[in-house]
């Protein structure tokens, strides 16, 4: 018999039974005949006339009632999450997007599977959008060494590594996962103690490094961004002591290790606006959000030229940032695509609501930006916030000549370098010019204000009281060392 098993579900095809951990799932016949179609064919798209072909075989049914055994299937999968193992593809059709194993195995015995080398990997439902040869590209160079992905908060870089150790897994002996961000404590190995232990000791790292002797590894290292130092440390001894050892880390900023390889993972693609668009497909960043706004909002599915039209002005208000794109896909049920448009004048309001289940920093376009920001010393949060007023392209010059007063040249320096390194400054190399991202300099703008106001709130208190204690001054008659005592109060004051 075949037995299809992918995420903590069995389906046995011959019995018709499905099961999760053990436990049997009811689903009726058709959304059954559908799983079978989808989970066989995982990662490839199925048009919605071949779905309807296989569950429907000798019936002439509306896309409907596709539709409702589409829900049904998702709510027996997975509690109809948006970010479904079925996954909805605009205009095409639908996909599973979980790894399948296939078992052929005789029905007097149980089947087994063999332990998988992803299996500390995380599933990720959602189909990965416009990656899939940059993936590839980078996938066939990783070797022995340690690489890191980079780029800004939300671009996508957790899930492009967790693809590229899928791609290699047939590569490798062992491949193991660890999230830097994970603070619950689950699924504890040595290596994980030891880049999350508060006191790192020398038995910590040596058990970690023992974890890879004498086989061939990847070991992925995600949200690298809080320990930074630590996992540098780490990744160059283990890499020292095991040359062959492939490490993958992401960050938003490179670790810093000599012979460190550095991947910069760009946004989507993204129309300008005089490029005319007929196919959704033509650039990722629309392509994604029309996936997205199909799974959570099927009635505006994107498939006529206003709506391919509006949703090239929603990506371009968004930087091509998948996570930025999929907060705003999620807010089309409530708003319309019309009103989505404008309401993106003001992304950080309106990019406020994500998947329930993501990390804290995934749930908003604010708290992932809050991440960022608050790795950042004084003098770059300072920087970041003056650099906030230019809505046009810059020099490092003209960022000195005009804010530069506020810090010293070698401090100045070294802010805005480091702004460019953490991502949060794009640099265009062409010609040595440097630009905000739309999404950022919404949001320094914002602290920018905020600090600027308070300054100002603080000194106008300060001329009150001020002026108040003149006031009394020249009510009364005062003696000489009265008079003295004033003035030195007031000063006093204006000096605070």
């Known amino acids: 018999m075949t037995v299809l098993r992918f995420d903590d579900f069995e389906m046995d095809i011959p019995a018709r039974s499905l099961k999760r951990s053990g436990c049997d799932v009811r689903i009726g016949s058709r959304a059954f005949d559908l799983l079978v179609a989808l989970a066989s064919r995982h990662g490839e798209i199925l048009s919605k006339a071949d779905l309807i072909g296989v569950a429907w075989p000798d019936t002439h049914v509306e896309e409907s009632s596709l539709r409702v055994n589409i829900v049904a299937l998702r709510k027996a999968l997975d509690g109809g999450n948006p970010y479904s193992m079925v996954e909805n593809v605009a205009g095409r059709g639908y996909t599973f997007t979980v790894p399948v194993t296939k078992l052929e195995v005789h029905r007097t015995t149980s089947p087994t599977l063999p332990a998988s080398r992803v299996d500390s990997l995380p599933n990720t439902c959602a189909r990965l959008v416009g990656r899939d040869d940059l993936i590839a590209k980078w996938a066939d160079g990783i070797g022995p060494g340690i690489t890191t992905i980079v780029g800004p908060g939300g671009v996508g870089k957790t899930v492009v590594a967790l693809q590229m150790a899928r791609v290699l897994q047939e590569a490798f002996e062992s491949i193991q996962f660890v999230d830097m961000a994970d603070e619950t404590g689950a699924a504890s190995t040595?290596?994980?103690?030891?880049?999350?232990?508060?006191?790192?000791?020398?038995?910590?790292?040596?058990?970690?490094?023992?974890?890879?002797?004498?086989?061939?590894?990847?070991?992925?290292?995600?949200?690298?961004?809080?320990?930074?130092?630590?996992?540098?440390?780490?990744?160059?001894?283990i890499a020292h002591s095991y040359p062959e050892l492939a490490i993958l880390t992401t960050s938003r900023e490179p670790l810093g290790i000599i012979g460190e390889n550095v991947l910069h993972l760009p946004g989507l693609t993204v129309p300008a606006a005089k490029d005319q668009i007929d196919d959704v497909a033509t650039f990722s960043a629309v392509e994604l959000f029309a996936e997205r706004v199909s799974?959570?909002?099927?009635?505006?599915?994107?498939?006529?030229?206003?709506?391919?039209?509006?949703?090239?002005?929603?990506?371009?208000?968004?930087?091509?940032?998948?996570l930025a794109i999929e907060?705003?896909?999620?807010?089309?049920?409530?708003?319309?695509?019309?009103?989505?448009?404008?309401?993106?004048?003001?992304?950080?309001?309106?990019?406020?609501?994500?998947?329930?289940?993501?990390?804290?920093?995934?749930?908003?376009?604010?708290?992932?930006?809050?991440?960022?920001?608050?790795?950042?010393?004084?003098?770059?949060?300072?920087?970041?916030?003056?650099?906030?007023?230019?809505?046009?392209?810059?020099?490092?010059?003209?960022?000195?000549?005009?804010?530069?007063?506020?810090?010293?040249?070698?401090?100045f320096d070294e802010a805005f370098?480091?702004?460019?390194?953490?991502?949060?400054?794009?640099?265009?190399?062409?010609?040595?010019?440097?630009?905000?991202?739309?999404?950022?300099?919404?949001?320094a703008l914002e602290k920018h204000i905020q600090i600027t106001s308070s300054v100002l709130s603080f000194s106008a208190d300060t001329n009150s009281v001020v002026?108040?204690?003149?006031?009394?001054?020249?009510?009364?008659?005062?003696?000489?060392?009265?008079?003295?005592?004033?003035?030195?109060?007031?000063?006093?004051?204006?000096?605070?």
């Open 190 to 237: 040595p290596i994980a103690d030891a880049l999350k232990a508060r006191s790192l000791t020398s038995d910590m790292l040596r058990q970690a490094m023992e974890t890879f002797s004498g086989r061939s590894g990847l070991l992925v290292i995600d949200g690298c961004d809080w320990s930074i130092d630590r996992v540098a440390l780490i990744a160059e001894s």
């Open 327 to 411: 907060l705003a896909a999620s807010r089309v049920a409530d708003l319309g695509l019309e009103n989505l448009v404008v309401s993106l004048d003001r992304p950080l309001r309106t990019l406020r609501r994500g998947n329930r289940t993501s990390h804290p920093r995934q749930q908003t376009l604010r708290a992932n930006i809050d991440w960022s920001y608050n790795l950042l010393d004084r003098n770059m949060q300072s920087l970041l916030g003056s650099l906030s007023v230019l809505d046009t392209e810059f020099t490092k010059d003209s960022a000195l000549a005009h804010y530069g007063f506020e810090l010293a040249r070698s401090d």
């Open 417 to 443: 370098d480091g702004l460019v390194v953490k991502s949060l400054v794009r640099g265009q190399q062409s010609d040595g010019t440097y630009t905000l991202p739309r999404l950022i300099r919404e949001y």
């Open 467 to 496: 002026r108040g204690v003149s006031h009394e001054h020249s009510q009364f008659t005062s003696s000489p060392r009265t008079h003295t005592e004033s003035r030195s109060f007031s000063e006093a004051i204006r000096a605070a």
């Open 295 to 322: 799974m959570v909002a099927e009635e505006y599915a994107i498939d006529d030229p206003r709506g391919i039209e509006l949703a090239a002005e929603v990506v371009r208000k968004t930087d091509g940032n998948p």
